[in-house]
């Protein structure tokens, strides 16, 4: 539920420091067996700081996609 979703953006901004100077978006969608999706989204200020950002995710484990 949307109350997940802001505590999973809470637990990454404090593992990831430069997440919690980015703006954010929590947006709804729907998966697999008409479940509701959350995808937490990271707005960076230009696509140089969103690639690096999404790097620093992905090495810890993290799922991560730039888009423009």
Do not use: P
């Amino acid at each position: 539920d949307a109350a997940k979703a802001e505590q999973a953006w809470g637990a990454l901004g404090k593992r990831f420091g430069a997440i919690s100077g980015t703006n954010k978006r929590i947006s709804e969608g729907a998966g697999e067996g008409g479940r509701k999706v959350y995808r937490l989204q990271a707005i960076a200020a230009n696509a140089a700081e969103a690639q690096q950002l999404c790097t620093k995710l992905k090495a810890a484990g993290e799922n991560c996609i730039v888009v423009k």
